[in-house]
T-cell receptor, first 113, second 113 residues
Framework: GQQLNQSPQSMFIQEGEDVSMNCTSSSIFNTWLWYKQEPGEGPVLLIALYKAGELTSNGRLTAQFGITRKDSFLNISASIPSDVGIYFCAGQGSGGSNYKLTFGKGTLLTVNP | KAGVTQTPRYLIKTRGQQVTLSCSPISGHRSVSWYQQTPGQGLQFLFEYFSETQRNKGNFPGRFSGRQFSNSRSEMNVSTLELGDSALYLC????????????FGPGTRLTVL
């Protein structure tokens, strides 16, 4: 089945630093999504990408949909302590009835004030 | 608008028992998906319901089942619980026609002893 490789698995950074994480897939996806999950909560959607090559920003977050449709990255600029959490990438396949999301294993981000 | 709600938030069961989890989607959302989250396997898709019909199913044994009611509320059932079923079970809803924007609930933490 489809698998997503997300890296790095964890990051420990100082407040103010920029962060970058990425996902690669063995299959093509039509949509890439980035979620953040905090303890005791479900994942919260950060950014959605719909077209190959698309670059989208949401505040300090920027994400890109790779040209090959098999990869995506997320950048966080000027990190702050509340950025702490687990970041997941998720891919969605072709349309029709295939609405399920395939998730990466997550990147645990720790920000040192 | 109220978000996705899941009940109960925490549950402890013993092996061999069965359990039913409930999910109320965001008002107006007709699609409900269920995911299992564990430290080892990450987030894995269980199934999706739309208008009371199961539309997609993940690679889980038949002990995992679900249903959706006419008001879009959904339940999932796990029979003959095993230790490995201990996980966070997440429900996500999305509006009809928007295949990508899934909104997650806080999850139900199931512990099997």
């Amino acid at each position: 089945g489809q698998q997503l490789n997300q890296s790095p698995q964890s990051m420990f950074i100082q407040e103010g630093e920029d962060v970058s994480m990425n996902c690669t897939s063995s299959s093509i996806f039509n949509t890439w999504l980035w979620y953040k999950q905090e303890p005791g909560e479900g994942p919260v959607l950060l950014i959605a990408l719909y077209k190959a090559g698309e670059l989208t920003s949401n505040g300090r977050l920027t994400a890109q949909f790779g040209i090959t449709r098999k990869d995506s990255f997320l950048n966080i600029s000027a990190s702050i302590p509340s950025d702490v959490g687990i970041y997941f990438c998720a891919g969605q396949g072709s349309g029709g009835s295939n609405y399920k999301l395939t998730f990466g294993k997550g990147t645990l981000l720790t920000v040192n004030p | 608008k109220a978000g996705v709600t899941q009940t109960p938030r925490y549950l402890i069961k013993t092996r061999g028992q069965q359990v039913t989890l409930s999910c109320s989607p965001i008002s107006g959302h007709r699609s409900v998906s269920w995911y299992q989250q564990t430290p080892g396997q990450g987030l894995q898709f269980l199934f999706e319901y739309f208008s009371e019909t199961q539309r997609n199913k993940g690679n889980f044994p038949g002990r995992f089942s679900g249903r959706q009611f006419s008001n879009s509320r959904s339940e999932m059932n796990v029979s003959t619980l095993e230790l490995g079923d201990s996980a966070l079970y997440l429900c996500a809803s999305r509006p009809a026609g928007l295949a990508d924007t899934q909104y997650f609930g806080p999850g139900t933490r199931l512990t099997v002893l």
